[in-house]
């Protein structure tokens, strides 16, 4: 079982980043996948999920306008589309995958079924 994130990189303000998290082992409709991310000295933080049946949780109102989940089932891949990135975007991101059938209304870095990916860094310059 693997979730390999990546797509990270250097950006400045305002542009777009597309993060990839393909996952190997299972298969990501079978289960619930999110991306978090986590800034240096904060906490992780739960951006949004997706559920099998496609259904999506956004976590935060900073981001829901500007960063959007998708899944590829033939790909067996998530995304996340960040578009109008900010320096306080700066962060280590992370895919994740969970057990249930909706996305967990509160999804910490707490929840003790949740399987982490390594993480990506995306780094955002003024």
């Known amino acids: 079982v693997q979730l390999q994130a990546s797509g990270g990189g250097l950006v400045q303000s305002g542009e777009s980043l597309r993060l990839s998290c393909k996952a190997s082992?299972?298969?990501?409709?079978?289960?619930?996948t999110g991306w978090f991310r986590q800034a240096p000295g904060k906490e992780r933080e739960a951006i949004s999920c997706?559920?099998?049946?496609?259904?999506?949780?956004d976590y935060a109102d900073s981001m829901k306008d500007r960063f959007i989940l998708s899944r590829d089932n033939a790909k067996n891949t998530a995304y996340l589309q960040m578009n109008s990135l900010q320096p306080d975007d700066t962060a280590q991101y992370y895919c994740a995958r969970t057990r249930g059938v909706r996305c967990p209304p509160n999804w910490g870095p707490d929840d003790g079924d949740t399987y982490w990916g390594q993480g990506t860094q995306v780094t955002v310059s003024s």
């Open positions: 082992g299972f298969s990501l409709d079978y289960w619930v």
């Open positions: 997706i559920n099998f049946s496609g259904a999506r949780t």
